[in-house]
Nanobody
Framework: QGQLIESGGGLVQAGGSLRLECVLY????????MRWFRQRPGKEREFVAR????????SYADSVKGRFTIARDNLKNGGYLQMNNLKAEDTAVYYC????????WGQGTQVTVSS
C-alpha cells in the first residue's frame, strides 16, 4: 500500500514563488502519471497540471499556464510543481495525485498568496 506525501506549501506575497513536492512511499513512482489539483475556498477541486509516465507530455489549466511547471524525478520517487508569479487567486489547498495500476492522493498542502 503506497502513501503520497506533499510538502512545500506556505504563505507568500503576490508575485512570489513556491515549489510543492510530492513523494510516493512504498510503491515505485516511475510507472505512474502525476497530476496536481487544487481546491480554492468555496470552490470545487480543480485540475492544475499533469505529467505523463515518461515525463514527455505535460498539460496545464489555462489559469496557470506559463506560471506553473510540473516535473517528475523518478530517482526521488516523486515530483514537484514549481509555481511562479503567484496571484491571490492561487490561494488553495493543493493535492498531488498519481495514477497507474492504482491511484493515490496526498493529504493536501495549503498555499496562501497575500495581495
Amino acid at each position: 500500500q503506497g502513501q503520497l506525501i506533499e510538502s512545500g506549501g506556505g504563505l507568500v506575497q503576490a508575485g512570489g514563488s513556491l515549489r510543492l513536492e510530492c513523494v510516493l512511499y512504498s510503491v515505485a513512482f516511475s510507472s505512474y502519471a502525476m497530476r496536481w489539483f487544487r481546491q480554492r475556498p468555496g470552490k470545487e477541486r480543480e485540475f492544475v497540471a499533469r505529467i505523463d509516465v515518461d515525463g514527455h507530455v505535460t498539460s496545464y489549466a489555462d489559469s496557470v499556464k506559463g506560471r506553473f511547471t510540473i516535473a517528475r524525478d523518478n530517482l526521488k520517487n516523486g515530483g514537484y510543481l514549481q509555481m511562479n508569479n503567484l496571484k491571490a487567486e492561487d490561494t488553495a489547498v493543493y493535492y498531488c495525485n498519481v495514477q497507474g495500476s492504482s491511484e493515490y492522493w496526498g493529504q493536501g498542502t495549503q498555499v496562501t498568496v497575500s495581495s
